[in-house]
């Protein structure tokens, strides 16, 4: 299966949440600020770029995360509504790479790059089954 048969340099999504408390940083260490956690913030990035594709995917077929190179540039706390960005800028046989961005109103909160490989789900899962 090649990656480039059906997914296209340029295809992009875009999320949208409203920082809750469970997405801050307190809510996993109770001393730190309540302000929009770094690893919900590459969370929102990845789905936004899994966004981009799904929808080219062939039946059975999914992408995974394999690489982050993200900035967290500005904080942001409980009730911002935050948009994530994603666009496909390269795509390989069995990787897609994507630029991805997140906002809070204009401002950029954070930035980078953002990597998914193209994988069967029957034959990955049989590698973890024990068959």
């Keep these: 299966m090649d990656a480039r048969d059906f997914i296209s340099v340029g295809m992009s999504a875009e ?20 302000v929009y956690a770094t690893p919900m913030m590459i ?4 789905m936004a770029s899994g966004d981009a594709i799904a929808h080219t995917l062939p039946q059975g077929w999914v992408t995974v995360g394999t690489e982050v190179n993200i ?45 998914r490989g193209l994988i069967d789900v029957a034959k990955f899962e049989k590698l973890f089954s024990g068959s």
């Design 15 to 34: 999320r949208t949440l409203v920082v809750a408390p469970e997405r801050t940083v307190r809510h996993f260490l109770p001393q730190m600020p309540a």
């Design 43 to 46: 969370l929102e990035m990845e």
């Design 71 to 115: 900035r967290h540039l500005a904080a942001c706390g409980v009730g911002a509504t935050v948009r994530t960005t994603s666009r496909v800028i390269a795509v390989e046989p069995r990787v897609i790479r994507f630029e991805v961005a997140a906002f809070d109103g204009e401002r950029k909160i954070g930035d980078g790059q953002h990597a």
